[in-house]
């Protein structure tokens, strides 16, 4: 019997039982047990982007934005095939779950953008099942509008994207300066133009 539970510690509990369950990824999430992502993440048969809820859809990054845990996602980022655009079931993706997390919840969750936006496999310009993009929520919401510098300064955001009623990220800005009557607005869509004539 020793020799059983010996061997099973050498190669690895979960690798010898068929991998990595999603019940044990989501409970290793919610506790903010790091040491299980850094082994986790060596061992071939671990999958990043394993559904974890299947009503859902939502992946590890999904769980980690959710839960505030910044370390494990810094160790899910580094696995060669995370992927960073995983589309959710319910159309929803870890950039725009981060934006749409913070709006709902008013919490901030600008340290997972910050570090979506800074890989290199993001799409910026993704579009969700209402036919939006991330940037247009940091817009509409001025307590994300500290977000808007990171959007304008990434090399693949585009400007003249337009949502499902036609309009550009600065159509958008501007009408909502009109219906809201708050410069906040005004001056998000002042820092488009400039970002569109640099």
Known sequence: MKKIVIILSLIGFNHCFGGYTSEDILQAIENNDISYFEEAVQDKSFNPNQILEKKSGSMSLFKAIRYDRKKIFDVLLKCKNIDVNYRAANGSFPLMFACLYKEMYNVSRDYFIKKLLEHKDIEVNMLDQNELSSFFVVIRNKNLHNLVPLFLN?????????????????????NLATYK?????????????????K
């Open 154 to 174: 990434h090399p693949n955001i585009d400007l003249e994207m337009e949502d499902k009623d036609g309009g550009t990220a600065y159509n958008f800005a501007k």
């Open 181 to 197: 009557k708050d410069i906040a607005y005004n001056n998000v869509a002042k820092a488009i133009l400039e970002a569109k004539i």
